[in-house]
């Protein structure tokens, strides 16, 4: 555990607090109708568990439904981060992919009112079906992670997305809900994962539902047969406190969704979902059948569900303070009772109702969003009542200072308390790393220590204030999280967590450093401050075989947040090789190799991770044809820079670009990734593209979905695309046009090159073609037929149009030799030996 000094302050606060209020946001300030929304959740004793594999694999629906109509703890257990997908905002993929849509799925959750979970599980990447699923997850650590998060949040109600078998369409899926109903029987057997009951106690949830529909039948009258046996539940009512129906909620949730281009509209008016038995005592007519929801579950609960009702019924809107001293009458009542999960949820849940009743807005802003540990941090508070409420402020402490700030102020109706005050951040304090990424794990795992933090979305807070407060006589404590805020000149407000970083960053430009020929290579190094008066020295870390001139640079930056570029020159040995380097700062003896990414999007808070300052770097074997390149970018992908590092000019088009006179001066002209899914212009860019073909170019495009095309003939002839893929990352490739151009001119390619893939070998290939078109290359995944369209080469006009699902989007960046000696050839094709812009001489 890397928060020694946070965790014996906050251990208990984050098992009491609902994980989405723990981020970093700007102060929750709900309306009167949303508090009275909140009161009447107050007498709602049940929970819901949704389980599926993905971020937006959830039924927003039906959770916003649950969690704001039925007024159910409604959870969300996604088994993975999405960090194996594709991302339609911008160029991050796998571990900053999956930090992204973490921040969507809590941004999803803060908006239909779910809480979110997660297992220990990596989207590797798509899977066919769960046994292949389960040879990568390591699937008793997953089952454990699920039966941890059953036992904590203790769902009467559980419902899985998709059908354990190959109706769900994906191993992840299928891998999902057979989990899940394994999960369901385990998480009341005392003797399996046995170590979790230190911390929580076993747990049998009532029912385990499948949330089906149309869509997993045959046909629709196979689904009015046998749908007479599932059960309904009519979610698309509207809801007056909000304003807003369930569907209309459900889509704003979804639409958070944004790296995978998942904005929905909203609806209004009656939506069935149907929900199958799977395990358990069997629903005839409603979900919680047999379930009590009501204070009767709890022993003595009966005077705190009276007080909370009087409390609602006597609720006013223009007033709603009004009911603080019932609710406070009600708090006593419920600290009388005797521990239990229970009372820990509605403890919290009511000072959060109390708070926002009264208006009551605590805040503490940091000065900078970042801070190094043994660093003073100056801190700007903010206390004010909006009530007629007594409220003195005793005292705040910070969750990584020893001691209490007292204040002892009465907060008067709407006169703002605000001072400054500066703490210094323990030596010993953790970085702020996701904590799911501070190990190695493995393809299929993230390494998590920690049993506490297994499920959470993200981490706890790096720095809380616990304000110590007496509310109409009775002592209240609430925690807050330490934020940084600035305004923006167009945006107004804006928050972002408050994070603990290394006192020097040490950033490479890449993460790949390409060798093609047997020249040095500059290597640059960013080194930026983390605190004041850094100084240092700066070095490579290289294998046998390479070297580095210099062999160490001195650095000495004298404020926080400079920086100072620093050049290597790597020499490469001879042979092709693939190894790695690492950049090191030597501060005071102490070596620091930790960089400093930031993710920035509008739609979610800004991240900041520290990578290891490696890069690996590749001496290749490498021929070329031609030097200009231009790019047209899809959904996003680093192919351009990749280009750049094998000594390629690359040029990325913009609409005033898309000409023949324009286009005709490059060797090779690329399409990103699913451009034809994306780009909507591209249906004008069409007959340029292929006359720039047709007068001797080359027009290399990548893969795209067969869903949603902008239009609907994406080549010169006929080709059809699938959903066909190969998912088996060292699945066997077969050359079937061994003699072609593409395999033999300027690279002699061979098996070899198709070793060290990552993830996949390609997806959404072409399944029909015209004869116009030569099959280069056949894969398939084990017991599936060949799939030969996942490289399609035609000749039209005095040039080459060629289709490739490979993904090379992914293996270029991840600098695999093999997929670079290909693509050069795609480039290469029809360009003649001599040196400078052969397209000019083939491009009439």
Known sequence: MRYPLLRSLL??????????????????????????????????????????????????????????????NTGYLAVTRGDGGQNLIGPEIREELGIIRT???????????????????????????????????????????????????????????????????????????????????????????????????????????????????????EFEKYGKELLKIDVGGYNPLLGKSYGEIAAESRSMHKSQGFGASGSRGASIEYLQHTAGEKAQQELFEGVNTTWARVKGGDKVQQLIQKAIDT???????????????????????????????????????????????????????????????????????????????????????????????????NEPLKYGTSKTLPQSMAYSQPYWLRETGTLGMFAIKEQQEVGRPENAPAAQA???????????????????????????????????????????????????????????????????????????????????????????????GAEQSINFMVYPPKKQQEAQLKAVAVVEGKAYTLGLNEINYNHIPAQATFPEAT??????????RGEQVAYLMGAGDDIPSSLQQIGYDVTLLKDGDMRLSFLKQFDAVILGVRAYNTVDRIRFYQPVLLDYVKQGGNLIVQYNTNHSLVLPEVGPYPLSLSRDRVTVEDADVRLLAPNHPVLNSPNKISK?????????????????????????LSSNDPDEPARDGGLLVAKYGEGHYIYTGYSFFRELPAGVPGAYRLFTNLISLGRSNGSGNAAESSIK
Do not use: C
């Open 752 to 776: 070899k090159d198709f070793e060290g893939w990552v993830q996949e070998r390609g997806l959404y290939f072409p399944n029909e073609w015209s004869k116009e078109y030569t099959a280069i």
């Open 103 to 221: 921040q969507e799925l809590l941004q999803a959750r803060r908006t239909d009112g779910g809480h979110q979970f997660f297992t220990r599980a990596n989207d590797f990447g798509y899977s066919k079906d769960s046994k292949e699923t389960f040879t990568i997850w390591d699937k008793e650590q997953v089952l454990a992670d699920m039966v941890w998060t059953i036992r904590k949040f203790r769902p009467d109600v559980m419902i899985t997305r998709f059908p354990p078998d190959e109706r769900a369409g994906h191993g992840h899926h299928s891998g999902s809900a057979i989990l899940a109903e394994e999960a369901f029987k385990a998480a009341a057997d005392p003797k399996r994962f046995p170590e979790q009951l230190k911390y929580v106690e076993v747990w049998q949830p009532k029912r385990l539902l499948w949330n089906t529909g149309v869509w997993s039948f045959k046909s629709q009258e």
């Open 466 to 560: 616990i304000f110590s407060l007496e509310v109409a006589g009775e002592p209240l404590r609430l925690t807050v999280p330490v934020v940084y805020k600035r305004t923006d000149a167009v945006e107004g407000e804006v928050y972002r967590p408050f994070v603990v970083t290394p006192p020097v960053f040490v950033n490479l430009r890449e993460q790949v450093f390409m060798f093609a020929n047997g020249e040095p290579k500059q290597v640059q190094v960013l080194v930026k401050a983390g605190k004041e008066s850094i100084k240092g020295q700066l070095k490579l870390d290289l294998p046998k075989g390479w070297r580095a001139e210099p062999t160490a640079v001195p650095f000495d930056l004298v404020a926080k």
């Open 11 to 72: 251990s208990v606060i984050v098992l009491l607090v609902p994980l989405q209020l723990l981020q970093a946001q700007m102060p929750k300030k709900p309306s009167s109708a949303e508090v009275l929304h909140e009161l009447k959740k107050l007498n709602v004793l049940g929970s819901v568990l949704y389980v599926a594999a993905h971020p937006d694999d959830e039924n927003t629906r039906l959770i916003a439904y649950l969690s704001k109509e039925e007024l159910y």
């Open 315 to 413: 609720y006013k809107p223009a007033d709603p303070a009004a009911v603080v001293p019932t609710l406070i009458q009600a708090r006593k009542e419920l600290a009388k009772l005797p521990d239990s999960y229970w009372k820990r949820i509605k403890l919290e849940e009511l000072q959060d109702v109390i708070q926002h009743a009264m208006g009551l807005y605590l805040e503490v802003i940091a000065n900078d969003f970042a801070a190094a540990p043994g660093q003073p941090v100056r801190l700007q508070v903010e206390a004010i009542n909006r009530s007629e409420v007594p409220v003195t402020m005793q005292s705040i402490k910070y969750s990584f200072a020893s001691s209490d700030t007292t204040v002892h102020m009465k907060l008067k109706n």
């Open 615 to 624: 890069a690996k770097i590749v001496k290749l074997d490498l021929q070329k």
